[in-house]
């Protein structure tokens, strides 16, 4: 583990634990807040993401910017990353090892914000970090709490791209997100 922003920075600069280094542009760690309550983790950078080297700047990062404005949540007051911080070729579901490879990354970053709210994109998400016990579909909408941290899995942005009538489920599951982070900040 890396006890340091700096340290973590430093360790995955020239990152070559997998397969993904070959083809990457920019390794993407993250963006946001560091001491956010809010820790967001998708699968893998897109295409623009590789090339920016920014998390959720492609169509799915705009469809959920949306949403938070909407909500009244902030995007700069939250943490944004992914399983794997290099992109898998032509956005593929990111391999077991390519995840196990920068697993220390995302555990060091959760280490270092200590968010009270993880929010859990997707399945590649959702099984990485929670089990592979749990499958999206029937987990999506309900809280899960892990030492100390309480987990909302729900649909990745892009499956809102690809089916609009999960657009509602998702606005309700980041709903319960905004309330519990009221609950917890008036407490």
């Not at 990457?24 to 090339?51: C, F, Q, S, T, Y």
């Not at 899960?144 to 509602?168: C, F, N, Q």
């Amino acid at each position: 583990m890396y006890e340091t922003w700096e340290q973590l920075e430093e360790a995955i600069r020239d990152c070559k634990k997998c397969k993904l280094y070959q083809n990457r542009n920019n390794i993407v760690l993250g963006a946001g807040n560091k001491k956010g309550n809010i820790m967001i983790i998708g699968e893998g950078p897109g295409a623009d993401e590789d090339r920016e080297g920014n998390p959720f700047v492609g169509k799915a990062g705009k469809l959920m910017n949306q949403a938070f404005i909407g909500l009244g949540l902030k995007r700069e007051e939250m943490y944004i990353t992914n399983i794997v911080k290099c992109r898998p070729p032509g956005n593929r579901d990111p391999e077991p090892d390519e995840a196990t490879c920068c697993m220390d990354y995302l555990r060091s970053q959760v280490i270092l914000i200590k968010p009270k709210i993880i929010l859990l994109l997707g399945r590649i998400a959702l099984k990485n970090i929670l089990g592979k016990e749990y499958g999206i579909t029937d987990s999506r909408g309900s809280w899960v709490e892990k030492k100390g941290i309480w987990y909302m899995p729900t649909w990745h942005p892009a499956a809102l791209l690809r089916d609009e009538s999960k657009k509602i489920d998702f606005w309700r599951d980041m709903k319960q997100v905004r309330v519990k982070l009221e609950e917890m900040e008036s407490s």
